[in-house]
Each structure stands twice: as structure tokens, then as C-alpha cells.
């Protein structure tokens, strides 16, 4: 009686351990259990978002007190902002716009004497309005666009564990094409704000179509009058 009441206990823990066993196995011990949905239209899309940001560097032009021109070393500053900016020719500066009034024309002419020196190197210059000003200076702004790939693009190829059964794309994919499109457009504004197509010059076609109509020039005219 005593051996047939230990075999039962044994037989019953047996059973209890195994219960214990696959259920913890089935909540988390399985590889890939955590993972309870397939590729759908949602899910298994490739598309990496490409983040523009705006930023507007600025640099300070000093002018010493009386004086509204500048020196060889402000001139020298200004020029290597430009060049660590990449300001291509025909792109649009900002210059300040500082108060005219009780500076008896020195704040016009400092102004006027750092946009025309902008300009005659190939710069749009446009005033700016701020609400700070500073004295003996004026700031340079040139506002920008900075295109950025998404941000699990830069931890490169890897592949997670647990992810093959769902047939769900690698979290990857997708960057090398988001990264190329970076890279190359030529502004980035134009991912967010798209310029404007200028008016087309129709001359061209239009006289293409009116040598048709004529048939001047036409091959099978040609071969047709022999």
C-alpha cells in the first residue's frame, strides 16, 4: 500500500513537472515565440524614412567703432564661412538688417558695403529683420537643409535573432536606397518643399510643329516628290 501511494505521488509530480515544463516553454521558451504576427501589407514594408532638418548657420562680421568697412581679417572670416558652408554661386544670404535711426548713415553703409561685397561675388543677399542687435556688427545668415537617413540605418547589417518564420522583412532593408537618395539630391529642401517648375519655353516645339505642318524638311516629303 505504501510503494502503490509513492508510485502515485511520483506519477502525479511527473505529470505537474511536465505541465510546468510546456507551459513555460510555450510563453517564452520556444525561439520566436514572442513574435505572433506574418508579414502583412503593413508590416512588410521597406521604406526608411529620410529626416530634413533646417538649420540656419550665422556668422558675425565685427567693424571697428566709426568705421563701416571691413578689415582684411572680418573679410577673411566671412570668406571661410562661405566655403564651410558650400554657398554655391546664386544661393540665397541673409544679411541683418540693423536700425538706421540716430547712427548719423554708418549703420547704412556698413550694411550696404557687406551686401554689394555678397553680391559681387555671385550672392542673393535679402535683408533680415532681428529683434537683437548688436553693436560695431552685423550677422551673415544662410539657412540650409540637412537630409538624414533613418536612424537603424546606422547600426549597418545585422540580422535579430528570432525573425525567420514570420516572413518579415530584415530591419535593414530599404537603407542602402533611403541613404543613396540623401546623398545625391542636390538641395534637400526639395524632399519637404519642392520647388516650383519654372514656365516651359514652347518656341521650340512650336516650330518643330510648324515645319511638320509645312513639310519642310520632312524625310517622307522627300522620298514622296522622287
Known amino acids: 500500500m505504501q510503494r502503490t501511494i509513492i508510485g502515485k505521488s511520483v506519477t502525479w509530480t511527473s505529470v505537474l513537472v511536465l505541465g510546468a515544463l510546456l507551459t513555460a516553454c510555450s510563453s517564452s521558451g520556444l525561439p520566436g515565440s514572442d513574435f505572433k504576427e ?10 526608411k524614412k529620410i529626416n530634413v532638418e533646417r538649420v540656419t548657420p550665422t556668422v558675425v562680421v565685427n567693424f571697428a567703432t566709426g568705421r563701416a568697412g571691413m578689415n582684411d581679417l572680418e573679410r577673411g572670416k566671412l570668406l571661410g564661412f562661405i566655403e564651410a558652408q558650400q554657398i554655391g554661386f546664386g544661393e540665397k544670404v541673409e544679411v541683418e538688417l540693423p536700425p538706421f535711426q540716430g547712427t548719423g548713415g554708418l549703420s547704412e553703409q556698413r550694411f550696404g558695403g557687406l551686401a554689394a561685397y555678397l553680391q559681387e561675388r555671385g550672392f542673393a543677399v535679402t535683408p533680415r529683420v532681428t529683434n537683437e542687435t548688436a553693436e560695431n556688427s552685423l550677422r551673415v545668415y544662410f539657412v540650409k537643409y540637412i537630409a538624414t537617413v533613418d536612424p537603424i540605418c546606422e547600426q ?19 537603407c542602402s536606397t533611403a541613404s543613396a537618395l540623401a546623398g545625391m539630391v542636390a538641395n534637400p529642401k526639395d524632399l519637404v518643399d519642392p520647388a516650383a517648375m519654372s514656365p516651359a519655353d514652347g518656341e521650340r516645339a512650336a516650330k518643330a510643329i510648324e515645319k511638320y505642318r509645312s513639310g519642310a524638311g520632312s524625310g517622307s516629303t522627300a522620298a514622296s516628290g522622287q
Open 38 to 47: 506574418t508579414a502583412t501589407t503593413q508590416n512588410a514594408m521597406l521604406d
Open 156 to 174: 549597418g547589417w545585422y540580422k535579430p535573432k528570432h525573425l525567420g518564420h514570420e516572413n518579415l522583412p530584415l530591419p535593414f532593408m530599404g
